[in-house]
């Protein structure tokens, strides 16, 4: 079994978690207060920036040409489509007042980095894997679940559950699993173990959304 499929295993509680989450259960109703998505908008604004240089990081470490050119293509293409979806839904709902980064934005785009800067290149490849494969298999189970017509939502529904995304996810996911077959045993376990704690802060991003956290001093 590839090394994709057995950590996938390990993370099922928890993306069977943020599937229930209200966040994701009223953002399939079309019914998340506009307020929230503002927030969430915002913060995933923000997370993107540092997402997108941890991508280039991780293309400026790689010497597959290959994989090199993907890893571009994620830091480029991902954000530039992302960026177009906050600009769809922020000139809809407006924009919220302005608001600096969240703890749980911070904590999670600091790990990131700190894998890069810190750990073996598998490892922070690992990291950032999360934020692609369960924003799909998020939006894939919305779009196969979803019974409401007319989701305010429904262009981010579109945009994760569709075939363009899909394929940069696949593209991640075969790049990593190259690499965890390359490296050694131990790396492999920090993989797993990376790619556990990035899922984590996924089910942490949404949940800080859905409270509009903030610091509290």
């Known amino acids: 079994m590839k090394w994709s499929?057995?950590?996938?295993?390990?993370i099922v509680p928890i993306y069977d978690k943020i599937l229930e989450h209200s966040f994701i259960k009223e953002l399939k109703e079309g019914t998340l207060p506009k307020a929230t998505f503002q927030f969430y908008i915002q913060q995933d604004a923000m997370y993107l920036a540092d997402f997108g240089r941890v991508l280039s990081g991780i293309a400026?470490?790689?010497?597959?040409p290959e994989h090199v050119q993907?890893?571009?293509?994620f830091s480029s293409g991902t954000i530039a489509v992302e960026t177009a979806l906050h600009e769809t839904f922020l000139s809809k709902f407006g924009k919220a007042h302005s608001i600096s980064k969240s703890p749980t934005c911070t904590l999670y785009t600091n790990y990131m980095q700190a894998q890069l800067a810190t750990q073996p290149l598998e490892v922070a490849m690992a990291a950032v894997l999360p934020?692609?494969?369960i924003y799909k298999e998020v939006g894939d189970y919305i779009l196969a679940t979803q019974t409401k017509?007319?989701?305010i939502y429904q262009d981010w529904i579109d945009t994760y559950g569709g075939e363009e995304f899909a394929a940069s996810v696949q593209k991640a996911i075969e790049i990593t699993d190259f690499m965890a077959a390359e490296t050694t045993?131990?790396?492999r376990t920090q993989m797993t173990e990376a790619f556990v704690m990035a899922s984590k802060m996924e089910w942490l991003f949404w949940d800080s959304a859905y409270a509009q956290e903030s610091w509290k001093i």
């Open 185 to 187: 045993e131990k790396i």
């Open 149 to 151: 017509e007319d989701n």
């Open 5 to 10: 499929a057995q950590t996938w295993e390990t």
């Open 70 to 73: 993907a890893y571009l293509g």
């Open 131 to 133: 934020c692609f494969w």
């Open 60 to 64: 400026s470490k790689l010497t597959n």
